[in-house]
């Protein structure tokens, strides 16, 4: 594999082949017998400038495949986060579904209500505070129809019947 590239090469600029740093390599080019087609100080700038575009279209191609290749990394990431994100929040979903429905099950029921029955029609369980109230159509806290209250009207109840029988 070859090594990371740091740098974008694309934001190299050529250098300049016509200067005296590079005199040496065109002289060498011209005399060199290997090399045909280069007689000339052009053509060795030519030469020069071709094989340095060749030598940075590669590096171009390295980075950008370097660039692709880090972005299907991070996006795989990302991905990966977000499943477990979701497996985390359908784990959450499932504890409190399931806490709630050990609530509810421990929930104390409250009776149900008929829509436009009266209160006559009302079971004689129900606290007779929480009848009178509803029968002037006033607030009723709900602890008057939990099972507490119904208890204590059932109490109530026999207590008043014992006292009357009594009499």
């Not at 590239?5 to 017998?33: G, Q, W």
């Not at 700038?45 to 390295?62: F, K, P, S, V």
């Not at 829509?115 to 009848?131: L, S």
């Amino acid at each position: 594999m070859t090594d990371r590239l740091n740098f974008n090469p694309s934001n190299i600029p050529p250098p300049d082949f016509s200067s005296n740093t590079y005199a040496t390599i065109r002289r060498a080019l011209i005399a060199d017998k290997e090399s045909p087609g280069i007689t000339s100080e052009a053509e060795a700038q030519q030469h020069l400038r071709d094989q340095w575009e060749e030598e940075n279209g590669a590096l171009r191609a390295q980075y950008v495949a370097q660039l692709e290749e880090d972005q299907a990394l991070a996006e795989a990431r990302n991905e990966e986060a977000a499943e477990e994100q979701r497996l985390k929040d359908a784990e959450r979903k499932a504890k409190e579904d399931e806490l709630a429905k050990k609530a509810e099950e421990k929930r104390t029921p409250l009776y149900s209500f008929k829509q436009g029955v009266g209160v006559g029609h009302i079971r004689q369980q129900i606290h007779p505070y929480a009848k009178k109230l509803m029968a002037a159509r006033k607030f009723v806290p709900l602890w008057y129809f939990l099972p507490e209250a119904t208890a204590e009207a059932k109490e109530r109840n026999k207590e008043a019947i014992d006292t009357n029988r009594f009499l």
